[in-house]
């Protein structure tokens, strides 16, 4: 199993910062791709931006420009730098992790992180 510990959500005002980060522990064999999702009120939860293991990444359209999404390969922890906030960016975010090797893959969700843009 695998732990994930997600932290740095919180209120902001439009075009504030926020960091976000997921940390993962337990019993990892090796973490490939991690990823950032939200999740508004009534909407689905979308994808945000993603990493490989190699660092290659994936944004959402929303999200270019203005966030950056890196991993700590030592520490098994994501992060999101969010930057320019919108009221429309207001969500819970999640992390995701995929942990596996070539003859499995399993995937873990944070808890979630509550991010509050006001105007």
């Known amino acids: 199993q695998v732990q994930l510990v997600e932290s740095g959500g919180g209120l902001v005002q439009a075009g504030g910062s926020l960091r976000l980060s997921c940390a993962a522990s337990?019993?990892?064999?090796?973490?490939?791709?991690m990823a950032w999702y939200r999740q508004a009120p009534g909407k689905e939860r979308e994808l945000v931006a993603a990493?490989?293991?190699?660092?290659?990444?994936h944004y959402a359209h929303a999200a270019e420009g203005r966030f950056i999404i890196s991993r700590d390969n030592a520490k098994n922890t994501l992060y999101l730098q969010m930057n320019s906030l919108q009221p429309e960016d207001t969500a819970m975010y999640f992390c995701?992790?995929?942990?596996?090797?070539?003859?499995?893959?399993?995937?873990?969700w944070g808890q979630g992180t509550q991010v509050t843009v006001s105007t």
């Open positions: 337990g019993s990892i064999f090796s973490i490939n791709t």
């Open positions: 995701l992790v995929i942990e596996g090797s070539s003859l499995y893959e399993n995937d873990y």
């Open positions: 990493i490989s293991s190699g660092g290659s990444t």
